[in-house]
């Protein structure tokens, strides 16, 4: 059964404090990864797409990698502003996926 | 407007009440989703609508309706909600059925 898991579950950071967030799947037929960020009481908004092992995406602080088993987020001297629920999702051949999220807060 | 939009934004029912979620995307995409979002849970995806048919996910209890009469709305159908029901209700849309979906601001349901 196709599976994406998140963690940690919630990540809490000092500002500038750098760290990872972890999505790894297990699904049949990969035909994209997507990153989303969710602010409390909204929707998901779109931050990245991968489509193959190697590929990697960067827009401000974040860069998200791929490889087969799993992605990576990775926030660079994170700000307050980067709080928020990060969500992956994987979409296969029949749907997407999504993970459960990881809650990320940034202190200042 | 642009983007994905969604009314009502907050919705308050009863159990035997009838009520109905609109969602109308700005994009110009031919495929509709209608996703539900309860706490700590994953995304569970309810209804898909491309090239405006539906693909049904069959454990949604019928209790949900949906309606897509043209590529740029999506409508929702609330009948004999119970309490359980109670979440955000996403919408998306996305430029074919495996390409980026971008999402709506989401109708926070809460069912008594």
């Known amino acids: 059964e196709d599976q994406v898991t998140q963690s940690p579950e919630a990540l809490r950071l000092q500002e500038g404090e750098s760290s990872s967030l972890n999505c790894s799947y297990t699904?049949?037929?990969?035909?994209?990864l997507f990153w989303y960020r969710q602010d409390p009481g909204k929707g998901p908004e779109f931050l990245f797409t991968l489509y193959s092992a190697g590929e990697e995406k960067e827009k401000e602080r974040l860069k998200a990698t791929l490889t087969k088993k799993e992605s990576f987020l990775h926030i660079t001297a994170p700000k307050p502003e980067d709080s928020a629920t990060y969500l992956c999702a994987v979409q296969t051949n029949n749907d997407m996926r999504f993970g459960a999220g990881t809650r990320l807060t940034v202190k200042p | 407007e642009t983007g994905v939009t969604q009314t009502p934004r907050h919705l308050v029912m009863g159990m035997t009440n009838k009520k109905s979620l609109k969602c109308e995307q700005h994009l110009g995409h031919n495929a509709m989703y209608w996703y539900k979002q309860s706490a700590k849970k994953p995304l569970e995806l309810m209804f898909v609508?491309?090239?405006?048919?539906?693909?049904e996910n069959n454990s949604v209890p019928s209790r949900f309706s949906p309606e897509c009469p043209n590529s740029s709305h999506l409508f929702l159908h609330l009948h004999t909600l119970q309490p359980e029901d109670s979440a955000l209700y996403l919408c998306?849309?996305?430029?074919?059925?495996?390409?980026?979906?971008?999402f709506g601001p989401g109708t926070r349901l809460l069912v008594l």
């Open positions: 998306a849309s996305s430029q074919g059925r495996q390409e980026t979906q971008y």
């Open positions: 609508y491309s090239l405006e048919e539906r693909v």
């Open positions: 699904v049949s037929g990969l035909r994209g």
